[in-house]
Structures are given as structure tokens and as C-alpha cells.
């Protein structure tokens, strides 16, 4: 499935639902489910859970269903948080950018610093704009 696929399917109810069986830490059965958004019955939880099921998102183990972790493939999981991995890439950008302006700033400046001021400006901007893209259509 591709990721506009996903994104498609991951919305509204469903993209709750999913989230909500990708933090469990095992098995989620539909009552579970539930009760755990307050959805008023267990056919809207089973409608979410098997259109789930059908986009492949998430898989039946055991008594209930878990989130197939390919679907992750650019996160880092932090206890019950995803982060996407192209926040790692800008949180290295921006201390590369706090490391040229104040420890390797010269006493005049040059058209190489300048340059490379430009760069890391850009690859942070570019890196911070991808794990937004990515955060959105998770979350």
C-alpha cells in the first residue's frame, strides 16, 4: 500500500482507531477498542478495525489485532509516541546551525560560511517540512 493509499484510509474514526491499537502493547480486541475511543457501539469499532484489516494496516494475532510495524518503517518509537525519523534529521540540522553561528563564526565573514549557512538553513527547513508532511498523516 502506498502512502497515499494510507492516508486515504487513515482518516477521521480510523486513523483514532489506528493509532489507538498501535499504542497498546499487545492484542486489541474490538470491545477494547470501544471502549478504549468511547464509540458507541462495537460495529463501529469492528467497521474501522476490518477497513483497517483490508488496507493491511494492522493484522489479527491471537484474540485480538495489532498494527503491522512495516506501516513505521521512518518512525522511532518513544513509549506510546512515534516520532517520525526526519525529526531526528532536522534536530541535527538546527544543532549544526547553532554550532556555525556561535562556536565557528569567524571574525569576517566569507562567501563559504555564508554558503554553508545556506545549507544547513535549507536541509533544516527541508527535514522540519518532511516530519510535518509525515506527523499529518499519521496523527
Do not use: C, N, W
Amino acid at each position: 500500500m502506498s502512502g497515499k493509499e494510507a492516508s486515504i484510509v487513515l482518516e477521521g474514526t480510523t486513523r483514532k482507531v489506528f493509532r489507538f491499537v498501535y499504542r497498546q502493547h499487545g492484542p486489541v480486541g474490538i470491545h477494547d477498542v470501544q471502549r478504549g475511543l468511547g464509540l458507541s457501539s462495537p460495529s463501529v469499532a469492528h467497521y474501522h478495525v476490518v477497513k483497517l484489516l483490508k488496507a493491511g494496516l494492522i493484522r489479527e494475532e491471537g484474540e485480538g489485532y495489532v498494527v503491522d510495524k512495516a506501516v513505521f518503517e521512518d518512525m522511532i518509537r518513544v513509549r506510546k509516541t512515534i516520532i517520525p525519523l526526519q525529526s531526528a534529521y532536522a534536530i541535527f540540522f538546527l544543532t549544526a546551525l547553532v554550532v556555525l553561528v556561535t562556536f565557528m563564526r569567524p571574525a569576517q565573514l566569507s562567501s563559504m560560511y555564508v554558503f554553508a549557512l545556506f545549507v544547513v538553513v535549507v536541509a533544516f527547513a527541508v527535514s522540519l517540512l518532511e516530519a510535518y508532511k509525515v506527523t499529518r498523516t499519521i496523527y
